[in-house]
């Protein structure tokens, strides 16, 4: 009982998932983590809302996957997978759902899923090209 307790308090508040792994292009796998301590003797779930809510995992335990998604429980948590990322799976929300807890709607966006290209890389990555491009061309000058 008093584990059962101490396992309420840990989760009274909102449940959130995050982004775990940023990738590079649409097509990959992106995993959503829901952070619940000792987890999952609860069922553990995940819905998606577009806006209608869609439940994807009643159970991550007892889900199976399919070809769109996919989870596993970790200790501390659960995950959601994402697979084949497209543009449908972004700028909709994703909840995760602990028990009779429902975790915040939250937007997965472009920015969350997808790794950033600072400036300098990027101005070199321009730079770089502008010489093999230069290069290129004088080399093809005739003489």
Known sequence: MEKEINLKKNISGILEWTVVG???????????????????????GWDRWTPVQQTLFID??????NKKYDGKVMKDGYTLIIQNLTENDLNVSYSCLYGVTFGERKFLLKEDVFKSTSPTNLIRTVNYLIVKLSKNSMSKVPS
């Open 22 to 44: 940023k990738v590079t292009d649409y097509g990959q796998n992106v995993t959503l983590f829901c952070n619940v301590p000792h987890c999952c003797p609860e069922d553990s």
């Open 60 to 65: 991550i335990k007892t889900g199976r996957p």
